[in-house]
């Protein structure tokens, strides 16, 4: 008994073997692949090259050239001087330590209450429409204008400098809680119903990994808010702090001292960014914001 093959079976066959041939897999798996270490750094790379541009432009010009008069832009040489004189003398430290406690007690009260208020006016209609308006209101309001009405309520101590912190940095916080919640997929909370989830699985499973990105994000936008606060407190009344040392060289028109002071706090700014930045990482791994560079593409 002889069998006969299917011709239209043999030409199948056969264009699934081309198209197996014409398929790139270096190319598949390279997309595919983890980015290299040079690729997940060139952003760090092409911002330290700027900056080394930037200084060694700005030290040929003031350090050399001298366009500007020496006392009210120095050179980036006389920066360092400046900033290796405040990092050797300990009272700085002193300084330090006063300026970081203003902003850490008032950053993590504004996040508990960012969080719970996002959550709150995100995720209930009645919530939206009692304490959204309120938000809203607030968030309009120029905090630098209550600022000395808020040294003036609270004194010259501690406690103003936490509640600007807190002022500043609360509301970037709750906006971004409240996007959040409006951007938990329903059809994933409906599914997860469907299939018999609890209350609490929906939430651990679903709505919290949706969320943890928004309020993270928040978390690092609120970070230079507070760091803002910090010094706003400090220039407008403060017995101690980096604010008060900025704003006592400015008055003396030692500009190499305070720009010294600047590098400090632009030091601890991105320190504490990269703190948030490393718990994002952690907590929502599954994240990827978009790369101006065109990585995420």
Do not use: C
Request: proline content about 4%; aromatic content about 10%; charged content about 15%.
């Amino acid at each position: 008994m002889t069998t006969t093959k299917d011709p239209s079976g043999i030409e199948e066959a056969g264009q699934v073997a081309v198209a197996e041939r014409e398929i790139d897999h270096d190319h598949i798996g390279k997309v595919l692949a983890p980015p290299g270490f040079i690729r997940r750094h060139t952003w760090n790379f092409v911002f330290v090259i700027e900056i080394v541009f930037i200084i060694l432009i700005w030290q040929f010009l003031q350090g050399g050239i001298e366009i500007f008069p020496i006392k009210f832009v120095p050179a980036p040489s006389g920066i360092f001087t400046e900033l290796v004189d405040l990092l050797g003398d300990t009272r700085t430290y002193d300084h330090i330590l006063y300026s970081l406690r203003s902003f850490v007690v008032g950053y993590v009260l504004a996040a508990v209450v960012g969080i719970t208020v996002g959550l709150l006016v995100g995720g209930s209609k009645l919530a939206e429409l009692t304490i959204g308006p309120l938000v809203w209101t607030s968030y309009a309001v120029p905090r630098s204008a209550l600022a000395p009405m808020i040294i003036v309520w609270f004194g010259l101590g501690l406690m103003s400098k936490v509640t600007l912190v807190f002022l500043l940095a609360v509301f970037p916080i709750i906006i971004n809680t409240m996007e959040g919640v409006r951007h938990v997929d329903k059809t994933l909370v409906n599914a997860g119903k469907v299939f018999g989830g609890s209350t609490m699985q929906i939430l651990r499973k679903i709505v919290v990994p949706a969320l943890l990105p928004f309020i993270l994000i928040g978390l690092r936008i609120a970070v230079v808010r507070g760091f803002i606060g910090v010094l706003l407190g400090e220039f407008l009344g403060s017995f101690k702090g980096l604010g008060k040392i900025l704003n006592t060289a400015s008055y003396n028109f030692e500009t190499a001292r305070a720009l010294a002071i600047v590098v400090i706090l632009i030091f601890l700014a991105n320190v504490t960014m990269f703190l948030v930045s490393s718990i994002k990482k952690w907590v929502a791994p599954w994240h990827h914001e978009e790369s101006l560079l065109g990585g995420g593409r």
